[in-house]
């Protein structure tokens, strides 16, 4: 009768271990950086989207990309936000990736980046830029954009001091005092809390008629091939989250405020983000992220759009 008794006992551990690892399996763990690209998951989660679609889903926060980075690249998450550059930072570490979708900059306007300058400073257009310091953040998006600006203003890279400063808020602070930068390149709403203190803008991305800026929804190579089908329902409750933002932005004003971290005094006139559903990367943005990370002997080889991107290309 023991044995029988003992039997069942470990017959009924096993079957409650079972049915905990595959609870822990179907959790698909997202890593999200709290600014504007992440907010429609936020919103997906709210709404119980991912529920409905008959998946679960937990939003992991990181206050540093690089956090982000170090933790899938650890195997601790199946899906993050973040952007092309930092893909292929990790692609070349053996961390494989692909970008499911594209989060935020489909068009111009989307994921303002802007070139400010310290109150004061008499900086007003970008030739003004040479001889000064300019706050950036070596090796990432922000520093890919300041590239471009140059290209596109005609400005002589040589003749620009870029001062390395990866911390946002120390940038802020600096080009607020003008003391150890002149200006500084910032996304929002950092850069809208600049220009609200007295900063000129001198570039805004907005207003280039380019989708220089793009943040992607990365899954890596692993889960896509074990969860296809869970992965497409997580992306038709993030697409539907989008929408949902795009046609009723006031319902979400508060959680967009919060997850954004837009201050106080911002929050009457921080604009309501748009967001594009349904959409990839496309192909020639993928060639000039790649092109650039190359140049800058970042990467060792020219990744394909196949290798970064799961879908049809997108011309």
Same mark, same amino acid.
């Given at each position: 009768?023991?044995?029988?008794?003992?039997?069942?006992?470990?017959?009924?551990?096993?079957?409650?271990?079972?049915?905990?690892?595959?609870?822990?399996?179907?959790?698909?763990?997202?890593?999200?950086?709290?600014?504007?690209?992440?907010?429609?998951?936020?919103?997906?989660?709210?709404?119980?989207?991912?529920?409905?679609?008959?998946?679960?889903?937990?939003?992991?926060?990181?206050?540093?990309?690089?956090?982000?980075?170090?933790?899938?690249?650890?195997?601790?998450?199946?899906?993050?936000?973040?952007?092309?550059?930092?893909?292929?930072?990790?692609?070349?570490?053996?961390?494989?990736?692909?970008?499911?979708?594209?989060?935020?900059?489909?068009?111009?306007?989307?994921?303002?980046?802007?070139?400010?300058?310290?109150?004061?400073?008499?900086?007003?257009?970008?030739?003004?830029?040479?001889?000064?310091?300019?706050?950036?953040?070596?090796?990432?998006?922000?520093?890919?954009?300041?590239?471009?600006?140059?290209?596109?203003?005609?400005?002589?890279?040589?003749?620009?001091?870029?001062?390395?400063?990866?911390?946002?808020?120390?940038?802020?602070?600096?080009? *607020? &005092?003008? /003391?150890?930068?002149?200006?500084?390149?910032? =996304? #929002?709403? %950092?850069? !809208?809390?600049?220009?609200?203190?007295?900063?000129?803008?001198?570039?805004?991305?907005?207003?280039?008629?380019?989708?220089?800026?793009?943040?992607?929804?990365?899954?890596?190579?692993?889960?896509?091939?074990?969860?296809?089908?869970?992965?497409?329902?997580?992306?038709?409750?993030?697409?539907?989250?989008?929408?949902?933002?795009?046609?009723?932005?006031?319902?979400?004003?508060?959680?967009?405020?919060?997850?954004?971290?837009?201050?106080?005094? *911002? &929050?009457? /006139?921080?604009?309501?983000?748009?967001?594009? =559903? #349904?959409? %990839?990367? !496309?192909?020639?943005?993928?060639?000039?992220?790649?092109?650039?990370?190359?140049?800058?002997?970042?990467?060792?080889?020219?990744?394909?759009?196949?290798?970064?991107?799961?879908?049809?290309?997108?011309?």
């Amino acid at each position: 009768m023991k044995i029988k008794l003992t039997a069942i006992i470990m017959a009924a551990m096993l079957f409650l271990s079972a049915c905990g690892s595959n609870g822990d399996e179907e959790k698909v763990k997202i890593g999200l950086l709290r600014i504007d690209d992440s907010i429609p998951f936020y919103v997906a989660e709210q709404e119980g989207l991912f529920k409905e679609m008959g998946v679960e889903a937990e939003l992991i926060s990181f206050s540093s990309s690089s956090d982000q980075s170090l933790a899938m690249e650890a195997g601790e998450l199946d899906m993050a936000m973040n952007d092309m550059i930092v893909q292929c930072l990790m692609k070349k570490n053996g961390t494989d990736t692909k970008a499911v979708a594209l989060a935020y900059g489909a068009v111009p306007e989307e994921g303002r980046f802007l070139v400010v300058a310290a109150p004061q400073s008499g900086i007003y257009t970008p030739q003004d830029l040479s001889g000064k310091n300019v706050g950036i953040s070596t090796n990432t998006m922000m520093d890919f954009l300041f590239e471009k600006f140059e290209n596109i203003y005609g400005l002589p890279s040589s003749e620009i001091n870029k001062v390395n400063m990866p911390n946002l808020s120390l940038r802020l602070e600096a080009v *607020l &005092s003008g /003391s150890d930068l002149q200006a500084a390149i910032l =996304p #929002d709403p %950092l850069a !809208a809390y600049a220009v609200e203190k007295g900063c000129s803008v001198v570039i805004d991305d907005t207003a280039l008629g380019v989708n220089l800026s793009q943040s992607v929804v990365l899954a890596t190579d692993e889960f896509i091939n074990a969860n296809e089908e869970q992965l497409s329902k997580i992306l038709a409750a993030y697409n539907q989250a989008k929408e949902l933002l795009n046609e009723n932005p006031e319902k979400y004003r508060s959680l967009c405020l919060e997850i954004a971290n837009v201050p106080e005094e *911002l &929050s009457a /006139s921080y604009p309501y983000p748009h967001y594009t =559903p #349904d959409v %990839l990367p !496309a192909e020639e943005y993928v060639g000039q992220v790649v092109d650039w990370l190359v140049s800058r002997e970042l990467i060792n080889e020219e990744y394909t759009y196949e290798d970064l991107v799961w879908g049809d290309s997108v011309e």
